[in-house]
């Protein structure tokens, strides 16, 4: 598996509290990365660690396969969104993206500024000053100042958070485009789990200063996710009745029963599959677990941002 950052026991102690303690995070190059935890869990200390901003107290982390001073040279190639985009509010979006691309010495600038800028949506925008900008447009310009580089990496703290529900649709829109087409690996933290759900390919859980899950959305459904539970008189019949019927997700649980992943809109096939087999149908139950509910599941408590 390549692994464009990983961490190795990553521990920040302020005093003798430790915001975050022993982190071992795994980051595929070309995903969404989804850092899930609620206010003060420790995500923006963590990112802020993994962005050069901050040093750890101990533990490591490796970066495009470096490590140590190696790693930290390598810096260039990761744009950062922690917590308020630094904007100037006087300049246009194309003022703004100028300055830091004369400050990271960008080649091709008025060119690499125009690709930005339509990639961002703010093509519109002319020389409208950017402290007249709506929430959502600013946090797509700090997005746009975090890619100015051409990094292969970027890290962005709560970048939906405050907008309203066309803000968070087009700044998702925007984080797919930089995936999918650009190739940008993509480190995000959210509170906002119904969104990050829709947008993320892996997960960390963090909860006050530890992570305690991670796992890809593939890992997710498996778990839990979606699926249909079936108990039947004999379970062996059934399963291959039902991959006859075309069911080819199918697992048997901790409980000894019939789960079949998705199929949620295919209960009545389901159903008439396993009687029309001879086999007695006991129960038939959908389970639709939401990525929220499974936070609080690991996390054992409310979940209040």
């Given at each position: 598996?390549?692994?464009?950052m990983t961490t190795e026991?990553?521990t920040k ?6 915001a ?18 609620r206010?003060g869990?420790g995500?923006?200390?963590i990112m802020r660690?993994?962005s ?7 533990g490591?982390?490796t ?8 790693a930290k040279?390598l810096m260039?190639?990761?744009g950062v969104?922690?917590?308020h985009?630094?904007l100037?509010?006087?300049l ?7 300055i830091?691309?004369?400050a990271l010495?960008v080649?091709?600038?008025e060119?690499t500024i ?6 961002v949506g703010?093509?519109n ?6 402290g ?11 997005i746009?100042?975090?890619?100015i580089g051409?990094?292969?990496?970027i890290?962005?703290d709560?970048p939906i958070n405050?907008l309203d529900?066309q803000?968070?649709?087009e700044?998702?829109?925007m984080?797919e485009?930089?995936r999918?087409?650009?190739?940008i690996t ?18 960390g859980?963090i ?6 899950d991670?796992?890809t959305t593939e890992e ?6 979606k ?6 008189s004999?379970?062996?019949?059934a399963?291959e009745a039902l991959?006859?019927e075309g069911?080819?997700?199918i ?6 029963n019939?789960r079949i992943?998705?199929?949620l ?5 389901i159903a008439?599959?396993v009687v029309?087999a001879g ?7 959908i389970?639709?677990t ?11 408590g409310k979940?209040?941002?």
């Amino acid at each position: 598996m390549d692994y464009i950052m990983t961490t190795e026991g990553l521990t920040k102690i302020y005093g003798s509290k430790a915001a975050a303690e022993d982190i071992n995070i795994h980051i595929r190059e070309g995903e969404v990365y989804g850092l899930i935890g609620r206010n003060g869990a420790g995500k923006t200390t963590i990112m802020r660690m993994l962005s050069g901003l901050s040093n750890p107290t101990s533990g490591s982390f490796t970066m495009f396969g470096k490590s140590g001073a190696e790693a930290k040279k390598l810096m260039h190639q990761v744009g950062v969104l922690i917590e308020h985009p630094g904007l100037y509010p006087n300049l246009s979006a194309r003022e703004n993206l100028k300055i830091k691309s004369i400050a990271l010495g960008v080649k091709n600038k008025e060119k690499t500024i125009d690709e930005i800028i339509e990639l961002v949506g703010l093509e519109n925008t002319g020389k409208k000053p950017c402290g007249s900008f709506s929430l959502g447009m600013r946090q797509r310009l700090g997005i746009a100042l975090a890619i100015i580089g051409d990094p292969k990496l970027i890290i962005l703290d709560e970048p939906i958070n405050g907008l309203d529900p066309q803000g968070i649709v087009e700044v998702r829109k925007m984080l797919e485009k930089l995936r999918d087409e650009k190739k940008i690996t993509i480190m995000i933290s959210s509170h906002i789990l119904e969104e990050l759900g829709k947008l993320a390919d892996s997960y960390g859980i963090i909860h006050e200063g530890h992570l305690l899950d991670e796992f890809t959305t593939e890992e997710f459904t498996k778990r839990t996710g979606k699926f249909v539970t079936v108990k039947t008189s004999s379970n062996e019949k059934a399963v291959e009745a039902l991959k006859k019927e075309g069911f080819n997700d199918i697992s048997i649980d901790n409980d000894h029963n019939i789960r079949i992943s998705g199929a949620l809109d295919k209960t009545e096939k389901i159903a008439k599959t396993v009687v029309g087999a001879g086999i007695g149908l006991r129960e038939l139950i959908i389970t639709n677990t939401s990525l929220e509910d499974y936070y609080l599941s690991v996390t054992g408590g409310k979940h209040n941002g």
